[in-house]
């Protein structure tokens, strides 16, 4: 009874409410337990619903089946073919949907379809495959940055050459943290490229000089990301150059001069089909630069600067001298340098080129990281000063509350001396009294004698007054009767009493 009322919403004239019905019943189908012939009744309304003219009863059903198991299969991959709008709903999220049906939808979907599809949850290799293929730079990009897609390193060397020049897709591989070393360098060369043709287009550089610049940044970064590869991610990037054409003579004398020697072994043996420990060992005879050179088929004229280069590097393993810095080494520049002097001079010039432009390039790194440690230094510096101003105004600052909070304490103090008992006061006035006598004797020691003389006959005078009126004041008191006298002492202690 209920699915008949359902149907009936169904043939209603609104849209709207079509729609309403249309996802009323496709949640009763989906969620509820129906028995059998009420779940055929739900199911094939369903799929009837599908004919209805106004998108947003479809949408109400891609809506409420995107994300269940339990979809009928024709409805999901029904809606997946519908606009875009529709199919993107069950193209995110359906479980239905297989690989085969993807790989269609992407191929005969515009470019927005495809771009819903790359951010799917858990992509497999085939769909992610086929994107790699056929999808534009948004689609790649929103691959890339999908970190449960799977996606061989096949695949994203094909991204990085279809639209490599596209930022978004460079950041979002860059961001990757599985992306393999032979990508990463990939993605450098290209953005080096990049950088080449625009400057090239700006008239900044001339073409040929601009496709050097990129080819030696390019070097420089493969070497960067191999300084701490291991053997294996050594050898697929060696591989994936030589595939390319990226390894030569140069980029090999680069490793050596900048002390790869890693990477330069496994650049011989992959060019010369030697086993690695073999190359290794070879590497470090005098005699066995020149058979590996000839071997790998690198260019003659180079030999002379491997050999000096090669040295300088034994020499610096046994400890006869010392190479320090993990880019290119001076030393072992100027070594080979020296050993190119008695080389013919149509020779001497391309060999003697490069090695002057790795030199200035090993100077410039230098004088960078010079500059980088004084600007640290002076940094440090200027931190050390700051700190210490500001210990300073700190300790000026408390000194000033102190001092206030001395000035507040001082007008309390004064009522308090009264509670000195007497003894201690006698004792204070006492040590006074000694201490001004003691002033007053230090400063008449600084007087003349004349003067002094006469300060003791005034002294003298003053003390012979001062008895004479003590004995004038005994002789009156003598004259006063004792009658009195005892009156005007009972009178002064009876004041005391009362005080």
């Not at 279809?162 to 992306?179: N, P």
């Not at 006492?430 to 002094?452: H, K, Q, R, S, Y």
Request: charged share 25%; glycine share 6%; hydrophobic share 50%.
């Amino acid at each position: 009874m209920i699915i008949r009322q359902f149907l009936a919403w169904t043939q209603h004239s609104s849209a709207g409410r079509r729609a309403e019905a249309a996802s009323a019943l496709a949640r009763a189908y989906l969620y509820t337990n129906l028995g059998p012939e009420a779940a055929w009744e739900a199911k094939t309304a369903i799929l009837a619903l599908l004919d209805d003219p106004a998108p947003v009863v479809r949408r109400a059903l891609a809506e409420a089946c995107a994300a269940s198991a339990r979809a009928p299969r024709p409805l999901v991959v029904s809606l997946a073919a519908d606009q875009p709008e529709i199919a993107s709903l069950v193209l995110a999220r359906s479980p239905i949907l297989t690989d085969a049906d993807l790989v269609d939808a992407a191929a005969m979907g515009a470019e927005d379809i495809r771009t819903v599809i790359a951010a799917r949850h858990h992509l497999t290799y085939a769909v992610a495959g086929a994107l790699a293929e056929i999808g534009g730079p948004e689609t790649l990009a929103r691959l890339a940055a999908n970190p449960t897609a799977q996606i061989t390193t096949g695949r994203l060397l094909r991204m990085v050459e279809r639209h490599g020049d596209d930022a978004t897709l460079r950041e979002a591989l860059l961001a990757r943290a599985d992306l393999p070393l032979e990508v990463r360098h990939a993605v450098a060369g290209r953005l080096a490229r990049t950088l080449s043709g625009f400057v090239t287009a700006c008239g900044w550089l001339s073409p040929e000089r601009g496709e050097r610049v990129g080819r030696e940044a390019s070097e420089r970064s493969v070497l960067e990301l191999c300084a701490d590869a291991g053997a294996g991610a050594l050898g697929r990037v060696v591989q994936h150059l030589r595939g390319t054409g990226q390894l030569n003579a140069g980029l090999i004398l680069r490793a050596i001069l900048s002390g790869q020697m890693m990477f330069a072994e496994a650049a011989y043996a992959d060019l010369t089909g030697i086993d690695r420990a073999r190359v290794a060992g070879l590497m470090r005879q005098p005699r066995g630069t020149a058979s590996l050179h000839r071997r790998a088929g690198l260019p003659e004229p180079l030999l002379p600067a491997f050999e000096a280069a090669l040295t300088a590097w034994r020499e610096a393993t046994s400890g006869a001298s010392t190479l320090s810095g993990a880019g290119l080494s001076r030393r072992m520049i100027e070594r080979a340098l020296t050993a190119c002097e008695d080389m013919p001079f149509a020779e001497m010039q391309a060999v003697t080129a490069l090695l002057a432009r790795y030199e200035a390039e090993a100077a410039r790194d230098e004088a960078r990281a010079v500059a980088r440690a004084l600007a640290e230094s002076a940094l440090t510096r200027e931190a050390e000063r700051r700190d210490a101003e500001r210990l300073e105004t700190d300790w000026r600052a408390a000194q000033a509350r102190e001092a206030e909070h001395v000035a507040a304490a001082r007008p309390q103090a004064a009522p308090a001396q009264s509670a000195v008992p007497p003894a201690l006061a006698d004792r204070a006035a006492t040590v006074a009294e000694t201490a001004g006598a003691d002033a007053i004797e230090a400063v008449l020691g600084t007087l003349p004698e004349a003067l002094l003389a006469s300060f003791h006959e005034e002294q003298e005078r003053l003390r012979r007054e001062a008895g004479q009126a003590r004995e004038a004041a005994e002789a009156v008191l003598e004259t006063i009767p004792e009658a009195l006298i005892a009156s005007y002492r009972e009178d002064r202690a009876r004041l005391r009493l009362a005080a």
